[in-house]
């Protein structure tokens, strides 16, 4: 089966295309994906993990045409953001 898999960091992005056997699950997509390769000083393991926006274990199993997405930690709370943007 095919798998997407995604990281993004502010300014660069990778959308990798992963073929796994059946029953595999997210954490063996990010493995198969070699990302920590491409983003040696990024914690893989640290990062949370979900498919299509929905927040998912790494032990989740993995269907044709997922797209595995990697989150990295907000550099600032999204309110806080809003907050100073319009000087409240």
């Known amino acids: 089966m095919r ?33 920590a390769r491409q983003f040696p000083d990024v914690d893989f393991d640290a990062l949370q993990v979900g498919i299509w926006g929905k927040p998912i274990t790494r032990s989740h199993v993995v269907k044709e045409g997922d797209r595995v997405e990697l989150y990295r930690p907000l550099e600032m709370d999204p309110r806080e953001a809003r907050r100073l943007k319009v000087g409240v």
């Open 3 to 35: 798998v997407e898999v995604v990281f993004a960091l502010a300014d660069r992005q990778e959308l990798l295309v992963v073929e796994l056997p059946d029953g595999s699950t997210a954490d063996a997509a990010i493995e198969k994906s070699r990302l």
